[in-house]
């Protein structure tokens, strides 16, 4: 045999063996769940590259208890659901808001935590921006494709802008590259309380209340049925109020 034909035959014998081990994993119920790990508490990047917070902590024990072994993919927020949509993944947990149009897209399960969306600001400007009619005219950030995003539009009067990832919109409120940055509150409350957030506040009026989901792809309803099968164990057994203390030190 020829050195080439050899080679050959090495390479198709690893194809077959690579695809081998992908039927395998695939046996053994591997659940692909895109995130975008720069929102924490929910998720961002912990000590060793691992995706940690709550909503890592929740997949994880829904996983387990479904029967599951949880893969995470990080990826943009606005890759989600196009992801999802073209099966690259099987499941989204992201702080993602259950929005009627993200729900003609994808189907969430029940909601798992209720948030809402506030605004920070440079305490510097407390007297210029007291209510949130005051932010009219001013420039608002928020992370791409995120109903924060689109509350900035809203809000500033088409003066937005959007970036990938969550710390560029911090970033950017503290450089002056923006007048107001608009996340989900816990977001905007866990960065005042573990960054070096000198000299940024929170206004006290409040923008929306919203409800996190877990998205699976419309009418992929055996997943959808045994994902909330497994939210509902882990409130039934504890686990759900003890991931809950943990990242916000209070009962739910
Ligand atoms: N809850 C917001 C949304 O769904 C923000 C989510 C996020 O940035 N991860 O749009």
């Not at 003609?104 to 921006?129: H, M, Q, W």
Request: charged fraction near 20%; charge should be negative.
């Amino acid at each position: 045999m020829s050195k080439f034909m050899q080679a050959v035959k090495v390479l198709s014998a690893a194809a077959v063996l690579s695809f081998g081990a992908a039927s395998a994993a695939q046996a053994a119920d591997v659940l692909r769940v895109g995130t975008e790990a720069t929102y924490a508490p929910f998720e961002f990047m912990g000590e060793g590259g691992k995706e940690v917070g709550y909503d890592m902590d929740i997949i994880r024990a829904v996983g387990e208890a479904a029967g599951f072994e949880v893969q995470i993919m990080n990826m943009g927020f606005d890759a989600l659901i196009p992801s999802l949509l073209s099966n690259q993944i099987d499941a989204v947990i992201a702080a993602m808001t259950i929005t009627p149009e993200r729900a003609e897209r994808v189907d969430f399960t029940a909601p798992y935590y209720n948030s809402g969306l506030s605004v920070l600001i440079r305490a510097a400007d407390k007297d210029k921006y007291k209510t949130l009619a005051d932010l009219k005219g001013s420039v608002l950030c928020g992370q791409i494709g995120t109903t924060g995003a689109e509350k900035a539009g809203e809000l500033s009067g088409g003066n937005s802008k959007s970036y990938n990832y969550e710390s560029e919109v911090f970033n950017e409120l503290k450089a002056g590259g923006c007048d107001g940055a608009v996340n989900d509150r816990p977001v905007n409350l866990y960065y005042l309380a573990t960054s070096h957030a000198e000299g940024i506040i929170e206004m006290s009026e409040m923008i929306t209340s919203e409800q996190y989901g877990i998205a699976v792809k419309k009418g992929n309803q055996e997943l959808l049925d045994k994902l909330n099968a497994g939210l509902k164990q882990i409130r039934d057994n504890g686990t759900f109020a003890k991931i809950h203390e943990k990242w916000f030190q209070v009962a739910e």
